[in-house]
C-alpha cells in the first residue's frame, strides 16, 4: 500500500488480530482524483503531525486535531501508544478542568435524545460539551452511539460541542484506558462537561462509574413490580436516578415512579459519601427540565467540593487507574511476545485435544514470557 492510500489508523502489521485491516482499494475516478498534489500533500501532513503540533492543536481548541490525537490513543499498535502517552505528558498539566458525568439507562430509556437536549442546553449556557460512549459490544454492533447520531443532530452540528463514538477495545488494552485518555485530551481541549454514555448492560456502569464525577441512571416510568426486578446494585452507583419522558400522558406516572424509586433509594447505600441520592423526573422532548439538571449536578459539585469528597474521588479513581493500566500492560506485553505467540498455538491445540492441563499449559507460556524478559 502506498503512503498516500495510508490512512492514519492504519496498522502496519496489520492481520486478522486487530479490530480492524485494510484491503486493497478499488481503482476508480474517486481514487485518481487523490493523485493532486496538493491534497497528497495534505493528507501526508495529517498523518506526520508531530506530537507538539498535536498538543498545540489540541489547546487550540481544533475539533479536528482533538479528533486526529484521539485516534493516536485509540490505536492498537505499540508505536502509537508510545507517542500518545508523549502526547498525553504533554497536555496533562491543562487537564482535570471538567465536571465528568456518567450516563446509564436501558436501551430505548432515552440516553441519546437526554444528552442532545442537555448538550444543547449547555452549549446555549456558554459551556462546551464533549460526548463520550463506553460501550463494550461496539466492535460487534458497530457501537450504539453512531446509529444515535440522527437523535444528536442538533448537538452534532453544534461548534461547541464534540461527539466521538466508542473506541472498539480489540483484544488488548481496552475501551477503559482509551476513554479515560480521551477524557483528558477533551479537557485540554477546553470542554468544560464531558458527558459519558454507557449501555446498561452489566459491566460497564461500573467502568463508567469509576472514571466520573457523578454518575446518573436514566429509567422509564414503571410498574413496582419493575422497580423491585431492577438491579439494586445499578441504584447504588447512581448519584441520581432520572425518570425520563415525563411529558405528555406519561406525565403523572413519572411523578409516581419517582415517589417509589425515592422509597427504595431511602434504604440504599448512596454512592457519594454525604450526597443523598434522588429520584427526579425530566423530559428530554422539552427543555424545560435541562435547568433542573443542571441546577442538581451544580450543587452536587459545590457540595461535595467543600466536603473534598469531589477531591478524594479523583485521587482513588487515579489509583485504580494505575491498577488497570498495569493489569493492561501486562497483558499487551504478554500477548506481543514472541516467545509467548510462537507457543501459544501449540499449548492451545495440547489443550483442546485434551493432552494437557489448562494451568500447566499457562505455567509453560509464563516461564517463557518471564525468561524472554530477563
Ligand atoms: N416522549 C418522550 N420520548 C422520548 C424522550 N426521550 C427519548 N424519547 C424517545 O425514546 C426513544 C429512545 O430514545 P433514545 O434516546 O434513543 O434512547 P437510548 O437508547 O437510551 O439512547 C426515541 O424514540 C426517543 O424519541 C422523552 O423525554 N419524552
Ligand atoms: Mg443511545
Known amino acids: 500500500m502506498t503512503d498516500e492510500k495510508r490512512p492514519e489508523w492504519f496498522e502496519e502489521a496489520s492481520s486478522d488480530q486487530f479490530t480492524s485491516f485494510v484491503k486493497k482499494g478499488i481503482e476508480n475516478h474517486q481514487n485518481k482524483k487523490n493523485n493532486n498534489p496538493a491534497l497528497r500533500f495534505k493528507k501526508k501532513k495529517n498523518i506526520e503531525l508531530t506530537i507538539e503540533e498535536l498538543a498545540e492543536g489540541v489547546q487550540s481548541g481544533s475539533r479536528t486535531i482533538l479528533a486526529k490525537a484521539i485516534t493516536l490513543i485509540e490505536s492498537n499498535a505499540e508505536h502509537h501508544f508510545k507517542k500518545a502517552q508523549e502526547l498525553l ?69 453544534n461548534p461547541k460541542a464534540f461527539i466521538r463514538p466508542s473506541p472498539s477495545g480489540g483484544k488488548l488494552g481496552g ?29 460497564s456502569e461500573v467502568i463508567v462509574r469509576d472514571m466520573v464525577d457523578f454518575f446518573m441512571l436514566l429509567v422509564l416510568t414503571g410498574a413496582g413490580d419493575e422497580l423491585q426486578g431492577m438491579k439494586k446494585g445499578i ?21 409516581k415512579t419517582r415517589h417509589e424509586l425515592n422509597r427504595i433509594l431511602h434504604f440504599l447505600q448512596p454512592a457519594t459519601r454525604g450526597w443523598a441520592t434522588r429520584a427526579y423526573t425530566c423530559s428530554s422532548i422539552n427543555f424545560d427540565s ?17 466536603t473534598g469528597v469531589f477531591k478524594e474521588r479523583r485521587r482513588m479513581q487515579s489509583k485504580e487507574w494505575i491498577n488497570s493500566m498495569i ?17 501459544l498455538p501449540m499449548i492451545e491445540n495440547e489443550v ?8 500447566s499449559g499457562v505455567d509453560e507460556l509464563f516461564n517463557v514470557f518471564l525468561k524472554s524478559n530477563k
Do not use: Y
Not at 441504584?235 to 411523578?255: C, F, R, S
Not at 493492561?328 to 507457543?343: I, W
Not at 483442546?352 to 494451568?359: D, E, H, I, M, Y
Open 290 to 306: 435541562m435547568p433542573k439538571i443542571w441546577g442538581l449536578l451544580s450543587d452536587f459539585k459545590e457540595e461535595t467540593t467543600k
Open 175 to 203: 475501551v477503559h484506558r482509551k476513554t479515560r485518555e480521551t477524557m483528558l485530551l477533551c479537557e485540554a481541549a477546553g470542554f468544560d462537561v464531558i458527558l459519558v454514555e454507557t449501555v446498561g448492560v452489566g459491566q
Open 89 to 157: 505528558q504533554l497536555l496533562l498539566p491543562k487537564s482535570g478542568g471538567a465536571l465528568r458525568i456518567g450516563i446509564t439507562g436501558v436501551p430505548g430509556a432515552g440516553k441519546s435524545t437526554f444528552i442532545e437536549a442537555f448538550g444543547t442546553f449547555l452549549c446555549k449556557a456558554g459551556h462546551r460539551v464533549a460526548v463520550l460512549a463506553v460501550d463494550p459490544s461496539s466492535s460487534i454492533s458497530g457501537g450504539s452511539i453512531l446509529g444515535d447520531k440522527t437523535r444528536m443532530e442538533q448537538l452534532a452540528g
Open 235 to 255: 441504584m447504588e452507583l447512581a448519584d441520581a436516578v432520572i425518570v425520563n419522558k415525563a411529558d405528555g400522558l406519561n406525565k403523572d406516572a413519572a411523578e
Open 327 to 343: 493489569t493492561d500492560q501486562l497483558q499487551m506485553s504478554f500477548f506481543h511476545n514472541p516467545e509467548v505467540k510462537r507457543l
Open 352 to 359: 483442546l485435544s485434551g493432552t494437557r492441563p489448562v494451568a
